[in-house]
């Protein structure tokens, strides 16, 4: 089995060459993005192996397909980003890692919501500068805050459990309710009591077409005045020129971002020395109570191994002509 790993990092050789040990399948690493342009590359290899911005639309699964690939890899839960309609079509199989630590999202929710409530980063630069004034670091207890939590599956039940032991009132929205989560103390309501009641908002839901800017001018009406937002699921679930309203009129006095919906051209890549031509991204920099980071929520160690783990179990499975359970079709993704 010939491998295609594309938007390879250092970290993904290091963690998918010691998950391949076993099983010894001849893996290139290729930094750039699957896209359109790019795709050429995956000429002889039977795999591809791709991250959350990869963009495998109708176009480039047909050119994946004539070039011979037959598996799709994905070393990521979210799926959004591949037409599996087309993949199908082209009778080229999906497979996903659906959990591989959803801990690690969840720490990083309760991360940003403890570093924009205290200041954490901006504590850090004065103190670093002889800056000991605590003028502008006021935070708020967290204890008897109202949390929502709009989705409540592997992600959404474990920041439910983190907010729960900081003694917080837990609300959910979530299509499908669940129980593991209502003995946690959590308590199902529609979206709109969620929207009205909530101190803080948090966005654990997958990015669809029914959950797409979720997050608008319309529902940031319902939301609190004051009110902290975090999305730490994908990007387009915000509307963020609407948010950028709710900032600029003090609705949003908190936003946590690790995704955000233009990420694609951004995230994961050293742009530092570069002019950040995205205008809507750059206006949300400008905010002192915005925090942002680049799509890190599921960077652990722990996270990593399991990643590359259960795309090689995945890979292996393929390979031996069964079909695992990992497997993502159109069908069983509505
Ligand atoms: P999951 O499938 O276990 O849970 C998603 C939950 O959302 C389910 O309970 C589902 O019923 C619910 N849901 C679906 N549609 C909904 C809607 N319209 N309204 C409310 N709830 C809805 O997924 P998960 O593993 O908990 O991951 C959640 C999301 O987190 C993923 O879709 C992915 O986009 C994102 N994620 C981000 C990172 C990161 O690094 N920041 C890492 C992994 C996953």
Do not use: W
Not at 214 to 241: F, P
């Amino acid at each position: 089995m010939r491998i295609a790993v594309f938007s390879a990092k250092p970290y993904d050789e290091t963690f998918l060459a010691a998950a391949n040990q076993p099983y010894g399948f001849d893996v290139t690493f290729f930094e750039p993005r699957l896209t359109r342009e790019t795709v050429s590359l995956a000429n002889g290899f039977e795999t591809v192996c791709v991250f959350v911005n990869d963009q495998l639309h109708a176009a480039t699964i047909e050119s994946l397909a004539q070039l011979g690939v037959r598996l799709i890899a994905l070393r990521c839960s979210g799926f959004n980003n591949v037409d599996l309609i087309s993949a199908q079509r082209h009778n080229i199989t999906v497979v996903r890692v659906p959990a591989y630590s959803p801990h690690a999202v969840a720490e990083h929710t309760l991360a940003l919501i403890l570093t924009l409530n205290r200041k954490i980063h901006r504590a850090h630069a004065r103190v670093r500068e002889g800056n000991f004034s605590l003028d502008g670091l006021l935070g708020f207890d967290l204890y008897k805050q109202t949390v929502g939590i709009i989705g409540t599956g592997k992600i959404g039940i474990e920041a439910a459990r983190i907010m729960r032991g900081f003694g917080c009132q837990v609300l959910a929205y979530d299509v499908f309710p669940n129980q593991e989560c209502e003995q946690l103390g959590v308590r199902y309501v529609d979206i709109s009591e969620l929207l009205g009641t909530a101190d803080i908002v948090t966005l654990h839901c997958p990015l669809t077409p029914k959950t797409h800017h979720l997050i608008n001018a319309a529902t940031l009406e319902q939301m609190k005045t004051g009110v902290m937002l975090i999305n730490t699921s994908r990007g387009a679930l915000i509307d963020t020129r609407a948010v950028i309203q709710g900032l600029m009129s003090g609705k949003i006095a908190y936003l946590g971002l690790d995704v955000y919906e233009e990420e694609e051209t951004l995230f994961f890549e050293d742009l530092s020395a570069e002019v950040i031509r995205d205008d809507v991204f750059a206006r949300l920099l400008t905010f002192p109570n915005v925090l942002i980071t680049g799509h890190q929520g599921f960077f652990t160690r722990d996270a990593l191994q399991n990643i590359a783990e259960t795309t090689m179990t995945n890979i292996a499975t393929f390979a031996r002509g069964q079909t695992g359970p990992n497997v993502i079709t159109a069908e069983s993704a509505s």
